[in-house]
């Protein structure tokens, strides 16, 4: 594994692919060439009536997802002074501008994330640069990575980078990581998960079998931000020992 990354990624149920391909595109300029775009189905049905979002069924979640990479991609691939119109089942652009353009060229990264055995690994492999699975055990991201990169092969294409997204509790004593392993264990509205915890020692060797399966990146969940010892201790103690494993 060569770095450890926070991250997040947006549903295809938030917001109008145009609109994301803009903002996007923005934020990319103004961190100048740092973004990568990471996009799901969308799952969590709370998320949705907590804040008046429609939640429709998954099938039409996953054409929605199509859609959006298409209308996405095509935006960013439009040559400047060029209009760029898409019909589509759920989505229409009409003589659109296709402005502004990522400063990163031909495109930013695309990342694709989801657990679904089938259509997710499809998706992945005909939009994507990088699969990630969210809080799955080795035997489950074995699995599944399986199935990208067969969908991969059969797309073409360069292989796709494999990553995993999990909850992280760590100390230099036993008691440091008990304290933070109980900040993730604290109700809360997503469904339970079981994140890595243990020493540094352990969580590099955890991180080591997901590694062994291909994974060269992991997006770790801190839900307590104040506590930047920890951050610190995965920075100085944990980070180094994975680009270690990969050399």
């Known amino acids: ?40 189905a969308g799952w969590f ?7 008046g979002i429609p939640f429709p069924p998954p099938a039409e979640r996953f054409e929605r997802m199509e859609e959006q990479f298409q209308v996405i991609t095509g935006l960013w691939a439009t040559p400047p002074g ?20 990522p400063v990163q060229q031909p495109r930013m990264p695309l990342i ?14 005909r939009y994507a640069d990088e699969f990630n699975l969210p809080f799955t ?17 059969a797309a073409g294409g360069p292989p796709l980078i494999l990553s995993v997204c999990l909850g992280i509790a760590s100390g230099r004593t036993e008691a440091e990581t008990d304290a ?20 540094p020692a352990r969580i590099v060797a955890l991180l080591g079998e997901y590694a062994d399966l ?14 930047l010892d920890h951050l610190e201790l995965l920075a100085t103690e944990i980070a180094p020992q994975l680009r270690d494993k990969r050399s």
């Open 1 to 40: 594994m060569d770095r450890l990354h926070e991250h997040g990624s947006s549903s295809a149920t938030f917001r109008q692919p145009g609109a994301l391909a803009v903002i996007a595109a923005q934020v990319d300029s103004m961190s100048g060439g740092r973004v990568e775009l990471g996009l799901g």
């Open 45 to 51: 049905a709370l998320d949705h009536s907590a804040y």
């Open 82 to 101: 060029k209009q760029f119109s898409y019909e589509g089942r759920h989505y229409r652009l009409t003589d659109s501008p296709a402005l502004p353009k």
């Open 112 to 125: 694709v994330g989801g657990r679904g055995p089938r259509r997710t690994p499809a998706l992945a492999a």
């Open 137 to 153: 055990s080795p035997a489950q991201s074995a699995e599944l990575y399986a199935g990208a990169r067969a969908a991969r092969t």
């Open 180 to 199: 933070r392993l109980a900040v993730l264990h604290e109700p809360s509205r997503l469904p339970p998960e079981e994140p890595l915890h243990g020493s």
């Open 214 to 227: 291909g994974a060269s990146r992991v997006y770790v969940r801190l839900r307590d931000l104040s506590d």
